[in-house]
């Protein structure tokens, strides 16, 4: 076995040393790699809560901003990184072809050797800096602000996913209803064909009837196609399988159970989560504020290296003798003048702050307007319901009256199908002034900051 010299193992050994250091880095960085995103799975027979809760996991926007949120704490980690000791290695080879000569007391002289070899080993640390020192202070509000913008998406898609499905549920209330006028129309069809076969009525309330059970065919038909459409639109602010059936489910009487709501309750402006979001935005201007007055200040930093030189005319016996140095250094940087830069920069953070002040004022506005007129629309559409609520049972009434008394001989059919209208547009009135409430109160709550996912 072949005697290495000292120099030599020391070369070895830092080499080795590189080498093991990659090799050990690459499996921790693999590990960091996100796993493919996994098939959402499918609902049966999903209520309101299983919709919304549904969306807020797997709606594409929503596993952005989860993303987002890794990212960001992946980028706050490699700024602080710069706090740690920052440990380098390099390495170099070198063959002169033609050894440099330079003239010294009149005489040429060859300065250096044919092959040069060196490995280094340099050490950083910083002592102050800003950049650095503005990530650390900031670390915890960069968080948090990424957060919040997942909290307000999830917001606004709980929102526009209970508004979508009680659109889609009104569609289906018009369907039920036209399945049921169907069966009822056809047993007026029957009726008045056994009246006019036994001449009892002439052919024109037959041909009422076959009139009235057609348009609400085609009306069925009409409302079946729309829900097709509403359906795939729920679906896409779900981030609902596109090639799976989504089949939902409601309870009328429960749903009529919440349309209750206070409506003295006031606004808290620290419930919105707009209003987070701005707050935590002028803590991160106020942090850049800080960070431009802190550039009249010196950066300070602490370096040192070790390194390992070989030289020899002989390419073999180059690592036979090291001629190794090493050195420390303290290294303070200060610029004096910079042309107004940095009172320039600092302004612009003082102004960024105050425009910011005006945001919130803003906000403050909106949400005041905006809580007004949620809470004018859930009181003009509850008056609604309760108005429709007793026009369906009028009309049921009114119905069931001129039904007996048409099979009576008293009333004509043109009557007949003048009632059942009625009836059926109470009924459609009455499912959608429901929803409009249901929605609207939805619009109250979310300006109250009551609907949140933190």
Do not use: H
Not at 17 to 34: G, K, R, T
Request: contains cysteine; hydrophobic residues 40%.
């Amino acid at each position: 076995m072949k005697n290495w010299s000292k120099p030599q193992k020391i070369m070895r050994l830092a080499i080795g040393s590189a080498f093991l250091l990659i090799s050990c880095i690459d499996p921790v960085l693999a590990q960091l790699v996100p796993e493919n995103t996994q098939t959402a799975p499918t609902l049966e027979k999903a209520t309101l809560q299983d919709v919304v809760s549904y969306a807020v996991k797997y709606q594409p926007v929503i596993q952005q901003s989860v993303i987002d949120e890794r990212i960001t704490e992946n980028q706050i980690r490699s700024k602080l990184a710069d706090w740690y000791p920052q440990i380098n290695f390099n390495y170099n080879l070198q063959k002169n072809f033609i050894v440099q000569t330079s003239i010294i007391a009149g005489n040429p002289v060859k300065l250096g050797v044919k092959n040069v070899s060196a490995a280094q080993f340099t050490l950083s640390q910083q002592i102050f800096n800003r950049d650095v020192l503005l990530a650390n202070q900031t670390k915890r509000d960069v968080q948090l602000a990424a957060a919040q913008n997942t909290v307000n998406n999830k917001t606004d898609i709980a929102v526009n996913v209970s508004k979508a499905f009680y659109d889609v549920l009104a569609t289906t209330q018009q369907i039920d209803v036209a399945n049921e006028d169907i069966v009822r129309l056809e047993r007026s069809l029957k009726d008045a064909k056994a009246q006019y076969e036994s001449g009892v009525a002439d052919k024109i309330d037959f041909k009422r009837a076959t009139i009235s059970l057609n348009n609400t065919k085609a009306n069925k038909k009409g409302n079946e196609e729309i829900l097709k459409a509403k359906t795939e639109y729920l679906k896409n602010l779900m981030g609902y399988p596109i090639d799976k059936e989504l089949t939902i489910s409601y309870d009328s009487l429960q749903m009529e159970r919440e349309i209750a709501l206070d409506t003295l309750q006031n606004v808290d402006l620290n419930t919105r989560i707009e209003y987070q979001i701005l707050a935590t935005q002028k803590k991160l201007l106020e942090a850049n504020l800080q960070y431009n007055k802190w550039s009249y200040l010196p950066n300070v930093s602490l370096n040192g290296a070790y390194n390992l030189n070989f030289q020899n005319n002989q390419f073999t016996d180059l690592y036979g003798k090291n001629y190794p140095n090493s050195f420390g250094l303290l290294t303070l940087s200060l610029p004096l003048y910079q042309g107004g830069k940095r009172r320039a920069n600092t302004r612009q953070a003082e102004w960024q702050i105050k425009r910011l002040d005006w945001d919130i004022r803003g906000l403050q506005n909106n949400v005041s307007s905006e809580y007004a007129t949620a809470l004018a629309n859930y009181k003009s559409y509850l008056t609604n319901l309760l108005a429709q609520k007793e026009n369906v049972d009028l009309a049921r009434e009114v119905y069931d009256v001129i039904q007996l008394q048409y099979k009576s001989g008293i009333k004509t059919y043109l009557e007949v199908v003048t009632s059942e209208t009625d009836l059926r547009l109470a009924r459609i009135n009455y499912s959608n002034a429901l929803y409009q409430v249901l929605a609207s109160k939805i619009d109250v709550q979310k300006a109250l900051g009551q609907i949140n996912f933190q």
